[in-house]
């Protein structure tokens, strides 16, 4: 419905740590239309996963300069959970285990409150159970891994696809994934991957963050681009994402410079 | 052995305790004056007078001042209402309800129950008496090393109480209700509760019971028999409370006590538990939520154990915001030839801001070479961390903060037995947590 249209702008966007003096984007500007997958990719340390936290609204990152809106909203002003309900979702790169909460508690409490704040009616208990039965299956997760605390116990693995479920559940307008594929295995990252592609449409936005450029042979962009020091030193199509495999950043870098 | 457990060198009470001793005898009367429980009253009424009540430079009452619980007239406490239903009321079970300690007979069921005997302190009025073995006994025990004079001020004139005897499977628990209707009462009971070889009781205990509560609970259980205690207590209300559980395990027995507090503005619960049979287990637990400056809750435990293979596990959860204080005090003592004991311990605190204290006071003491103790104290804030993920997955901040809480609790609670027990105390939590939001 929104094909074609904007749906995360940022512009000129500079952030730097609140509690020191310490500069880390420095000049952000992207647009992801829906529809769309963009890939960032840099080197360690060039600001990859700040720009996802500001974009979710981590605390501690105070923003100096520009702007990021979704859906034409301002989300720098926004707390996480109204975030959340406009249509943001950050999977992280290391999933937050939470030792007492049990993880369906957690999906439910989260797709309940996402709705609430949309004005919607909260899920019934059948349609909950029956939608994460669903979800949970394409995932390879069972009943046992829903039942345990919040990522408690998980593999890296587990703690990934338990991230895609949690995605697939909320439906987001714009998933951010931050480094999904550190610490998988093959089959694994295949798994992920096919979650992530049956969540593509043309409503949604992906920007996916990653270091290397395996987990792009699964999900595919339509836009690449190249972070470093804290800009967008580079934007291209799939095969930029090839060029740093096989060269490495050291020459998109002196490029840059 | 004998030198290790005896008695703290004795000198004679110092003149404010003695003044302070005699200005509360002197406010109060003996329980009864007739019938079985007349000598232990009266062996009560000299255990009191030779130790004097607890002042605030006792060792044992380092953390927690005794002024209001020791003073001969009740702190006044305002009524409250939460407007919600009582705590246990979908379990089905045997009501005996005490109104700032008078026992309401309107209130209440017909005191009858398969395999359980259960009588009114009040009136069990002859000579002769099955409770007279354990009336005072156990407390007396309890006294020993550490004094508990509040104790034995209660076994002295506790007005009323319920004498129980379970002689097979209970099959429903018998709750009392405390219910609180005048800002002044000083209410004193005392129940004692015998389970004979197998038996198995559920007792329940709810309600903020009056201005003032002293309350003693001893329970007996005997070889393979069972008792499962669930309370909740406090309840936003400003009544203080001293309550002591002095329990006695027999051979494969299984003692559980747990006990969930939301506010009252003083609560010091002592539990004493005496593992003597061999292959018995004892588990205290407790959950505590409080708001506020003049919140005060106080856990104080003395696990003893003195046979083979017995178990015993503690473990006291509180979360504590805007100035509120928390106690743990708890001992795990393993006498000689205590061999192959399990003990564990654990006291948590979850700060929720920096006004709030929680103050902890772990003890092994430990006479056997075989046995595997374990104990931990933690104090912490809430994991920044978690709560991010949560409100990014759309969760608002205070659903956050009150998820995090109950997970934090969630150890304490896990040590209730039954579902349906442990389901009520939840929604009790959440519904407290609910209504001090922001």
């Known amino acids: 419905m929104r094909k074609g249209k904007n749906m995360l702008e940022i512009k000129n966007l500079h952030v730097k740590l609140e509690e020191e003096d310490k500069q880390i984007l420095k000049g952000v500007d992207l647009t992801v239309e829906a529809g769309k997958v963009h890939a960032i990719m840099g080197p360690n340390g060039s600001g990859k996963s700040t720009l996802s936290y500001v974009l979710s609204g981590r605390e501690g990152y105070e923003v100096t300069e520009g702007s990021a809106t979704l859906l034409g909203e301002d989300l720098l002003e926004m707390d996480p959970e109204e975030r959340a309900a406009l249509g943001i979702f950050l999977a992280f790169q290391y999933p937050v285990e939470i030792p007492g909460v049990g993880n369906m508690t957690f999906l439910r409490t989260a797709v309940n409150a996402q709705r609430k704040a949309r004005g919607e009616e909260e899920i019934s208990s059948t349609d909950f159970l029956k939608l994460v039965r669903e979800k949970a299956k394409s995932l390879k997760i069972d009943a046992e891994m829903l039942k345990r605390p919040v990522n408690v116990g998980f593999s890296g693995g587990e703690k990934k696809r338990n991230e895609i479920l949690q995605m697939a559940m909320l439906e987001p307008k714009l998933c951010i994934l931050d480094e999904t594929d550190s610490g998988l295995d093959v089959d694994a990252m295949k798994l992920v991957s096919d979650g992530v592609n049956a969540l593509r449409d043309e409503g949604r936005g992906f920007l996916v963050i990653t270091h290397y450029q395996r987990l792009l042979d699964h999900i595919k962009p339509d836009v690449v681009h190249i972070m470093a020091d804290g800009r967008i030193i580079k934007t291209g199509g799939p095969e930029l994402a090839l060029e740093v495999e096989q060269n490495g950043y050291a020459d998109l870098l002196a490029e840059a410079q | ?438």
């Open chain 2, 1 to 438: 052995m004998s030198a290790i457990l005896s008695r703290s060198i004795k000198t004679k009470p110092s003149a404010a305790r003695t003044t302070a001793t005699e200005a509360r005898l002197g406010a109060m009367t003996a329980g009864a004056t007739a019938g079985w429980s007349v000598t232990a009253r009266e062996a009560a009424l000299a255990r009191v007078q030779s130790m004097g009540l607890p002042q605030p430079r006792d060792e044992y009452w380092r953390f927690t001042r005794p002024q209001s619980l020791v003073q001969a007239e009740a702190p006044a406490a305002a009524l409250f209402d939460a407007g919600e239903a009582p705590v246990f009321d979908e379990i089905d079970r045997v009501k005996i309800v005490f109104i700032d300690g008078v026992f309401s007979a309107a209130d209440s069921d017909p005191l009858e129950l398969a395999g359980v005997t259960i009588e009114r302190l009040a009136e069990a009025t002859s000579d002769i008496h099955w409770a007279k073995d354990l009336y005072g006994v156990l407390e007396e025990r309890g006294q020993d090393p550490v004094e508990r004079p509040l104790a034995a001020l209660n076994t002295w004139a506790a007005t009323d109480g319920v004498l129980i005897r379970v002689s097979a499977k209970a099959e429903k628990p018998v709750n009392l209700i405390y219910r609180h209707e005048s800002e002044t009462s000083d209410a004193m009971l005392h129940h004692v509760i015998k389970l004979e070889e197998g038996a198995e009781l559920t007792l329940l205990e709810n309600g903020p019971a009056a201005a003032r509560f002293n309350k003693v609970l001893e329970v007996d259980v005997a070889d393979e028999a069972r008792f499962h205690h669930v309370r909740t207590q406090g309840r936003d209300h400003e009544r203080r409370a001293a309550t002591h559980i002095f329990a006695r395990l027999g051979r494969e027995s299984l003692f559980k006590s747990f006990t969930l507090t939301a506010n009252g503005v003083m609560t010091r619960n002592e539990a004493v538990i005496e593992l003597l049979g061999d292959d018995a287990m004892a588990h205290v637990a407790g959950a505590c939520m409080g708001d506020g400056r003049e919140f005060h809750h106080d856990d104080t435990v003395f696990v003893t154990h003195d046979a083979l293979n017995c178990e015993s596990r503690q473990v006291f959860k509180k979360v504590l915001r805007n100035g509120a204080t928390g106690v743990f005090q708890g001992k795990i003592l393993v006498k000689e030839g205590a061999q192959k004991t399990d003990g564990y311990q654990i006291s948590q605190s979850l700060l929720l801001d920096g006004d709030s204290t929680f103050l902890a006071k772990p003890e092994l003491e430990i006479y056997a070479d075989d046995v595997a103790c374990s104990h931990g104290s933690t104090s912490g804030a809430i994991d920044e961390e978690a709560i991010f993920y949560l409100r990014s997955r759309g969760v608002d901040a205070s659903t956050a903060q009150d998820l995090m809480t109950i997970a934090f609790l969630a150890e304490a609670l896990d040590e209730i037995e039954d579902e349906a027990l442990r389901e009520a105390l939840l929604e009790r939590l959440t519904g407290w947590l609910e209504r001090r939001r922001g």
